[in-house]
């Protein structure tokens, strides 16, 4: 088991107060600067593996660091403090920013990120909650996610905790029946705790979704199934630090995140192929350029 990083809890911590005092610009642009070194982080640990899902991995960035640097109620010191937010990564094939986003929180040494996928590391292709402190649920096949984030906050009510809990998943994930069950047990239960997020970049893995399943009027379906539905650009951070807001209808609160697949580096963008290509060297320094 990975052990918490007191030197970058401290970081963390003076981070998030730097944000809580700041004015939305400087507030973004500090989040921006954050989630630039996690897509690095993502592009070096995927090359020196020769595997993982770079796209989602990309697209998904700036809604782990908005969370995990400003929103979530959590201590990274403490990753089993009573009455903590909940973070659950459905979408768990893009475990590289979820990795990234986790050291530099400090829950554990960003120098274990070199182990990304080698042999024995605890950093293996899927989180693993018995391995990786901030992990809060084993995550990979999909369609698992949302359901036990639903069990998480249905406990969350029970005991009276306060604890919000969040899920990102794929939309291609959204082709699962399950979460579908999911939502109407949430709706059913009054889970105004529960915060689901689709990471909407339209790419699967081989096609765009709406060619393979069609999602869309994936607002209106959400909102039929129960939930307090709010669609915004997923990699605005005013917009998403607003829609992480509490629920104001009694209601479950879907967000659709608008997105783009390999966000932030120009010859990855909206390429299905990129679902899980390993970038070359070449590549790798192009892409590094890009986000320096």
């Known amino acids: 088991m990975l052990t918490t990083d007191s030197r970058q809890v401290e970081d ?3 981070l998030r107060a730097r944000l809580t005092a700041s004015a939305p610009a400087e507030r973004s642009r500090l989040l921006a600067d954050t989630a630039r070194r996690t897509r690095r982080s993502v592009v070096q640990m995927i090359s020196k593996a020769g595997q993982g899902h770079i796209g989602g991995d990309l697209s998904v960035t700036d809604i782990l660091t908005t969370l995990f640097a400003y929103t979530l109620r959590i201590d990274p010191a403490q990753p089993d403090l009573a009455g903590r937010d909940r973070f659950i990564l459905s979408k768990g094939h893009c475990a590289a920013a979820l990795y ?10 960003p120098a274990a990120l070199s182990t990304f996928m080698a042999p024995l590391s605890e950093l293996n292709g899927h989180p ?25 906050a249905v406990a969350a009510k029970l005991t009276r905790s306060g604890a919000r809990v969040f899920v990102v998943m794929g939309d291609g994930e959204m082709q699962e029946g399950s979460n579908w069950e999911a939502l109407m047990a949430a709706s059913h239960f009054g889970l105004d705790n529960l915060v689901a997020i689709v990471d909407r970049n339209r790419l699967q893995q081989g096609a765009r979704t709406e060619d393979t399943n069609a999602l869309d009027p994936l607002d209106e379906r959400l909102a039929a199934f129960g939930c307090e539905v709010r669609e915004i650009d997923g990699h605005d951070y005013d917009a998403l630090i607003d829609a992480f807001r509490p629920s104001t209808t009694g209601k479950p609160v879907a967000i659709v995140a608008n997105t783009t697949k390999g966000k932030g580096i120009s010859f990855i963008e909206d390429r299905v192929e990129w679902h899980h290509k390993v970038p070359s060297a070449e590549q790798v320094e192009l892409a590094l350029e890009e986000l320096a």
């Open 12 to 14: 963390w911590r003076e």
């Open 100 to 109: 990234s986003t986790l050291a530099f929180t400090g829950y554990f040494s």
């Open 128 to 152: 693993n909650r018995n391995k990786i402190p901030g992990v809060e649920t084993n995550t990979g096949p999909l369609g698992h996610g949302l359901p036990v984030a639903v069990g998480q």
